[in-house]
């Protein structure tokens, strides 16, 4: 019979998980990693055929359009398993995980637009330095006048492999081992979105960067907030992970 499911959450450094991640954003805005995003992309960049990933169909066509549209049936299958957990009591504790799982993943995406917006940052395709006809300017600089805002930051599609940050915080007290490969797998599947995009031209790498933490400060403050039960002391934490059986070697 399994056990059941645990009652309070596993212990959460809040040095690992929050300040941490606060440090590398007031590292990002202190210290910004212009030289090495330029470095980067004009490994990817020549004059005579711009970036050598613009007009692939793999980048763009499978690793960005298949890729997004995958992520968005996931968080639709997502949204249908808490509407129907609304009306079929059996599925009545799946209630809140899911309520997390489709809120943080609909945050994680919904605030590039606006931060895209507010910024007007280029992409590295709009730039002079890259065949484009824009000035370069860093986050918190000005904008030279242009008719033409920019809206590069952060990196969206880069979103549709972090936001499953919020897969790994869902399982991290009843499954924590499956949650390390959930983590891993947003870790990867977020990089390796990010790098398509800056072959293309589409982002720098801080772009990225900057998606990477929004995502995951996003997925950590929900868990806080929805499913994180912190473990009063001296009560011995119990998770669904079967126990392992010592064998007597005497």
């Known amino acids: 019979m399994p056990t059941p499911a645990p009652l309070y959450s596993r212990p959460l450094s809040l040095w690992l998980c929050l300040a941490l991640p606060l440090a590398l954003i007031v590292l990002l805005l202190a210290f910004p990693p212009t030289s090495l995003d330029f470095a980067i992309s004009h490994l990817f960049y ?7 990933g613009k007009h692939s169909y793999w980048l763009e066509d ?11 049936s996931f968080a639709v299958l997502a949204a249908l398993g808490l509407m129907f957990s609304l009306v079929y009591k059996p599925w009545t504790r799946l209630r809140l995980p899911l309520a997390y799982l489709v809120l943080a993943m609909s945050l994680c995406t919904a605030i590039v637009t606006p931060l895209k917006v507010v910024t007007g940052v280029h992409c590295p395709w709009d730039l002079s330095e890259f065949g484009g006809t824009e000035t370069y300017s860093p ?12 809206r590069c930051w952060p990196a969206g599609h880069a979103s549709s492999g972090f936001t499953f940050f919020a897969l790994y915080f869902l399982l991290r007290d009843r499954r924590p081992r499956l949650a390390k490969v959930a983590l ?32 995951w400060m996003i997925a950590l403050g929900c868990y806080h907030f929805l499913l994180y039960r912190p473990q009063p002391k001296g009560l011995q934490l119990t ?12």
């Open 62 to 72: 499978i690793l960005h359009d298949r890729a997004k549209q995958a992520v968005i």
């Open 239 to 250: 998770t669904r992970e079967p126990a392992k059986t010592v064998t007597s070697l005497d």
């Open 139 to 150: 986050l918190l600089g000005t904008r030279e006048p242009t008719a033409k805002p920019g």
């Open 184 to 215: 891993v797998f947003a870790l990867a599947l977020g990089s390796l979105l990010s790098i398509g995009r800056i072959m293309q031209g589409a982002h720098f790498l801080s772009h990225s960067l900057w998606t990477a933490l929004f995502d």
């Open 46 to 52: 020549s004059q005579e055929l711009g970036f050598a």
